[in-house]
């Protein structure tokens, strides 16, 4: 936890593609930790609090076509200072290990490169959010865009004959974004090597778990707990 109170949990988030698995492996990760005595907080953004999820659904909703690029940046970062401020500080200070479906390298890859707005102002709306709080550790799930692209897709055919809302505003970009998108997850990771774990999200789930927990244990090190 990267900021100036005293260090007590541990910030750990998940990136990637939409369908690159992060929230299955957020979970089972979130068990492991469990079973080795640490209180976790699961928590997900666009939402992760009561107000964010109804601003998730200004987000995500498909019919929000006008939605402007800049209005969109913003509410990810309204989402993102109310997640921060009633749930992922308080339990940070209480020295839970913290877990993030997505954080700000998705503002940065999405609305910064994505959308064309840039990382300067991403970076500065995160200072104003987050007010300094950076992940201790972000596990980057890299798939290749054609999977993540068609299990994106099942999961939102399944979704809709649910009858659920379509939460496919950000899924419907065109090729080219999510192209531009990908690149930009790639680069970061490459300015962040300490931060940013690669794991390869192509191999079998088990797999992709064993070593992601391999990758936790060693950073909280609780090899002994
Ligand atoms: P998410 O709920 O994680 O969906 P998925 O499981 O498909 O990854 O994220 C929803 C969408 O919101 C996803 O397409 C990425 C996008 N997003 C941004 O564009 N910027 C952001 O800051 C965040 C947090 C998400």
Not at 17 to 40: E, N, P, S, W, Y
Not at 58 to 79: G, K, R, S, V
Request: aromatic share 6%.
């Amino acid at each position: 936890m990267s900021m100036t109170s005293p260090k007590a949990g541990f910030f750990i988030t998940f990136e990637g593609l939409d369908g690159c698995g992060k929230t299955t492996q957020m979970k089972l990760l979130a068990q492991r930790l469990r079973a080795a005595g640490r209180a976790v907080l699961e928590s997900y953004e666009p939402g992760g609090t009561r107000i964010g999820a109804q601003v998730r659904r200004i987000l995500l909703d498909a019919a929000n076509h006008e939605l402007c690029a800049t209005a969109e940046l913003l509410l990810y970062f309204a989402c993102r200072a109310q997640n921060v401020e009633e749930a992922i500080r308080p339990a940070l200070r209480r020295g839970d290990v913290v877990l993030s479906d997505r954080f700000t390298d998705s503002t940065l890859v999405y609305q910064g490169v994505g959308r064309g707005l840039g990382k300067q102002v991403v970076l500065t709306l995160d200072q104003i959010a987050c007010k300094g709080l950076v992940p201790d550790l972000t596990l980057l799930l890299d798939i290749d865009l054609e999977t993540s692209l068609a299990r994106a897709r099942a999961r939102n055919d399944a979704a809709g004959q649910s009858g659920a809302p379509a939460e496919t505003r950000m899924d419907d970009q065109d090729l080219a974004f999510h192209r531009k998108v990908q690149r930009a997850y790639a680069e970061l990771a490459a300015e962040h090597p300490e931060r940013i774990v690669v794991i390869d999200a192509r191999a079998a789930i088990e797999e992709i778990a064993e070593r992601i927990w391999q990758t936790v244990a060693r950073r909280l090190e609780i090899f002994h707990v």
